[in-house]
């Protein structure tokens, strides 16, 4: 799924090309005022980008769930989930996540070696703190979604792949190009309202990382 740009997938890269080319893909067809390509899927008005953030970024969160399968003391689909919180630039225990001393630990002193679409990156909480953020610069004022670096969007979109990824690798099914046999899935059956950019604000990034995780 990788393209020449780590943390751009070739999904989205096939959805931007068709939406630019005016190809089968219409662009922005849910309103002219969001501030990037979108399509509707499932009947939710979501970013071209979200697609991406399902496969890669939710196999991200399933593989940190994986790492930590076998600790009691922590929720490794958590430590992914606020991961994600971290890197988009907001505080996850500010947002609704619940993460005790050992998760909060784990956050702060672990060394994720994570696969960006083939390109291996170490992550800290701490360092990598706002690094997936868009550009407040680049969204207007008055952007359809509202105007802030965070988008929450992205993080749901990561977590429902989390579910795909996590019920793939439970069932052995083969998921993947060139496989011989693939299992068919229903997108419809992860996607939500809450992937949608109509429905949803983005938020402001946080000046820096929450002391906790310092």
């Known amino acids: 799924m990788s393209s020449e740009n780590p943390f ?117 909480g701490s360092e990598w703190f706002g690094r997936f953020k868009d550009w407040d610069r680049f969204l207007p004022p008055n952007a359809e979604g509202g105007q802030g670096g965070a988008d929450p969007m992205d993080l749901a979109a990561n977590a429902a792949g989390r579910e795909f990824w996590n019920t793939v690798k439970k069932s052995g099914s083969k998921v993947g190009f060139g496989c011989e046999e693939q299992e068919p899935f229903d997108i419809c059956d992860y996607v939500d309202e809450k992937w949608n950019h109509m429905k949803n604000k983005r938020k402001k990034c946080l000046l820096s990382p929450p002391e906790w995780v310092l």
Do not use: M, W
């Open 8 to 124: 751009y997938t070739n999904i989205e890269n096939f959805l931007e090309t068709g939406i630019r080319q005016r190809k089968d893909i219409v662009g922005n067809p849910c309103n002219e005022k969001l501030p990037a390509s979108a399509i509707v899927v499932c009947g939710e008005c979501i970013g071209t980008d979200k697609l991406g953030h399902f496969f890669e970024e939710g196999l991200l969160y399933s593989d940190i769930s994986e790492q930590f399968a076998g600790n009691p003391a922590v929720d490794g689909d958590k430590i992914g989930e606020a991961l994600g919180y971290l890197l988009e630039g907001l505080d996850p225990i500010a947002e609704g996540v619940e993460l005790n001393d050992a998760e909060r630990d784990v956050l702060r002193d672990t060394e994720f070696d994570l696969n960006f679409a083939g390109d291996h990156k170490t992550v800290i």
